[in-house]
């Protein structure tokens, strides 16, 4: 549907045809055939001053699309932006930390001088030779998707993403996570394609229950599919955004106090993993629920990635971070640094936003230069330097989960040469 825009008289040349209502988002007129005998199209009639049989209004709930005023009332019973009434799970921004008050804006690489940055860089190297940051490789494999990798119709990029389901469920099956009598929960579900890797390793054990977690909808659902082959699959899907998700308050967990959970998630954006975390062990349930204010969390497999999107206020790494020299300012460098990791992708065309951030101009004591040449970093050293970036964050989640109870590690699942975002969270409460 067009959005909104300015109205200007641009012609399409010799018989005008269509919708004179200028898009300003898309830089060109609407594509819709203007109604017979008026310049505008019947979304965007309201703007015209000529007048109609069925004369057409915004609508009140979303002045994006419009409405026929007659039909109003049935409209808003329908209207996709209408109000929708909040499911019990939803308790509005319970997975963010609010006892840090501090706001500091958005701070680009530019607002740090050079020797901000390297004091950031000497501290993530006494953190690499206090070997804390030493990930070791687990590249693991499942049987479920070895007739899948060897089909010549998948291409390279096919083949990649089955290649790091494969090792996210060897990695699980290695650590003991698949079960009978357990609830999984993937989050960031999206059309849930690791979900339907994981129904086929675990979904024949009694007792257990998926929970697939998006805060949208999309479409072409692989778990849709499973419904159907699976008649006995026991699966819900959840549409909320993790920062308001109270896993206690979700029925099929609430009347199974006693099943344990196991989260999973391939490459949850940033601070999303964080969030993801925090509803696993959650800090300020509703006092007057009768449940154990902690769930019984069994396992967690968690493929992070898109470190430059985390967040201070829902970051659970920010003990660990303090212990180790870092403060709040610094964190707003390290997840803008992470970035760096990825410098040898970017294509022939010129630099990302984020090499353009770190290319902007700061002062030194000869004059303006760009960040990266007052630093004097190679592409490979910056690469070195935003993957510990990368690591540290990653750490610092890792040891949350230990001071949670849990023991695992964090591990390169796959190659570099699969994904550059080649890190994930392995863990379990140790039964």
Same mark, same amino acid.
């Not at 012609?11 to 203007?34: D, L, M, P, T, W």
């Not at 997975?95 to 804006?105: A, L, S, V």
């Not at 800090?283 to 396992?299: A, E, M, V």
């Given at each position: 549907?067009?959005?909104?825009?300015?109205?200007?008289?641009? =012609?399409?040349?010799?018989?005008?045809?269509?919708?004179?209502?200028?898009?300003?988002?898309?830089?060109?007129?609407?594509?819709?055939?203007? $109604?017979?005998?008026?310049?505008?199209?019947?979304?965007?009639?309201?703007? *015209?001053?000529?007048?109609?049989?069925?004369?057409?209004?915004?609508?009140?709930?979303?002045?994006?699309?419009?409405?026929?005023? !007659?039909?109003?009332?049935?409209?808003?019973?329908?209207?996709?932006?209408?109000?929708?009434?909040?499911?019990?799970?939803?308790?509005?921004?319970?997975?963010?930390?609010?006892?840090?008050?501090?706001?500091?804006?958005?701070?680009?690489?530019?607002?740090?001088?050079?020797?901000?940055?390297?004091? /950031?860089?000497?501290?993530?190297?006494?953190?690499?030779?206090?070997? #804390?940051?030493?990930?070791?490789? !687990?590249?693991?494999?499942?049987?479920?998707?070895?007739?899948?990798?060897? #089909?010549?119709?998948?291409?390279?990029?096919?083949?990649?993403?089955?290649?790091?389901?494969? *090792? /996210?469920?060897?990695?699980?099956?290695?650590?003991?996570? @698949?079960?009978?009598?357990? %609830?999984? /929960?993937?989050?960031?579900?999206?059309?849930?394609?690791?979900?339907?890797?994981?129904?086929?390793?675990?979904?024949?054990?009694?007792?257990?229950?998926?929970?697939?977690?998006?805060?949208?909808?999309?479409?072409?659902?692989?778990?849709?599919? &499973?419904?159907?082959?699976?008649?006995?699959?026991?699966?819900?899907?959840?549409?909320?955004?993790?920062?308001?998700?109270?896993?206690?308050?979700?029925?099929?967990?609430?009347? +199974?106090?006693?099943?344990?959970?196991?989260?999973?998630?391939?490459?949850?954006?940033? $601070?999303?993993?964080?969030?993801?975390?925090?509803? #696993?062990?959650?800090?300020?349930?509703?006092?007057?629920?009768?449940?154990?204010?902690?769930?019984? /969390?069994?396992?967690?497999?968690?493929?992070?990635?898109?470190?430059? %999107?985390?967040?201070?206020?829902?970051?659970?790494?920010?003990?660990?971070?303090?212990? &180790?020299? @870092?403060?709040?300012?610094?964190?707003?460098?390290?997840?803008? #640094?992470?970035?760096?990791?990825?410098?040898? *992708?970017?294509?022939? =065309?010129?630099?990302?936003?984020?090499?353009?951030?770190?290319?902007?101009?700061?002062?030194?004591?000869?004059?303006?230069?760009?960040?990266?040449?007052?630093?004097?970093?190679?592409?490979?050293?910056?690469?070195?330097?935003?993957?510990?970036?990368?690591?540290?964050?990653?750490?610092?989640?890792?040891?949350?989960?230990?001071?949670?109870?849990?023991?695992?590690?964090?591990?390169?699942?796959?190659?570099?040469?699969?994904?550059?975002?080649?890190?994930?969270?392995?863990?379990? +409460?140790?039964?």
């Amino acid at each position: 549907m067009p959005c909104c825009g300015t109205i200007t008289m641009q =012609s399409n040349g010799g018989n005008q045809q269509k919708c004179i209502f200028y898009v300003e988002k898309r830089k060109r007129n609407c594509q819709f055939k203007a $109604a017979k005998g008026f310049q505008y199209c019947g979304e965007h009639a309201f703007h *015209s001053d000529q007048p109609t049989k069925k004369p057409r209004i915004p609508c009140p709930l979303d002045p994006a699309h419009s409405v026929y005023a !007659s039909q109003l009332k049935k409209h808003l019973r329908i209207c996709n932006s209408r109000p929708v009434e909040r499911p019990v799970y939803y308790v509005k921004s319970i997975n963010i930390d609010t006892t840090d008050e501090r706001y500091m804006g958005k701070k680009d690489l530019a607002s740090f001088t050079p020797s901000d940055i390297l004091e /950031i860089i000497r501290k993530l190297r006494e953190v690499q030779e206090a070997n #804390l940051v030493d990930f070791e490789e !687990s590249i693991q494999h499942h049987e479920s998707l070895k007739g899948e990798l060897c #089909l010549e119709s998948n291409g390279p990029s096919a083949r990649k993403h089955l290649e790091q389901l494969s *090792s /996210i469920l060897g990695n699980m099956e290695v650590t003991r996570l @698949f079960a009978p009598d357990h %609830c999984y /929960i993937e989050y960031g579900a999206g059309k849930g394609r690791l979900s339907q890797w994981i129904f086929d390793a675990a979904a024949d054990y009694p007792g257990t229950h998926f929970i697939l977690v998006d805060k949208k909808n999309v479409r072409h659902k692989r778990d849709l599919h &499973h419904k159907e082959v699976r008649q006995k699959l026991s699966m819900e899907r959840i549409k909320i955004d993790i920062q308001d998700l109270d896993l206690t308050k979700v029925p099929a967990i609430k009347e +199974n106090p006693g099943r344990p959970v196991i989260a999973y998630c391939k490459h949850l954006c940033g $601070a999303a993993t964080d969030l993801a975390l925090r509803s #696993l062990f959650p800090r300020h349930s509703d006092s007057s629920q009768s449940l154990p204010r902690h769930l019984q /969390i069994r396992g967690v497999a968690m493929a992070t990635c898109c470190h430059h %999107c985390c967040n201070w206020a829902s970051y659970v790494g920010k003990g660990f971070l303090g212990r &180790h020299g @870092f403060d709040r300012a610094d964190f707003e460098a390290l997840i803008r #640094l992470s970035s760096w990791s990825v410098c040898g *992708s970017r294509d022939k =065309s010129g630099a990302g936003e984020a090499e353009r951030e770190s290319h902007s101009q700061v002062e030194t004591g000869e004059g303006k230069e760009t960040l990266t040449s007052a630093l004097g970093l190679t592409i490979p050293e910056r690469e070195e330097v935003g993957e510990l970036a990368k690591r540290l964050l990653d750490a610092g989640r890792m040891e949350f989960l230990i001071h949670n109870g849990m023991m695992g590690r964090a591990a390169l699942y796959v190659k570099k040469e699969i994904t550059l975002q080649n890190t994930m969270l392995i863990a379990t +409460n140790g039964t």
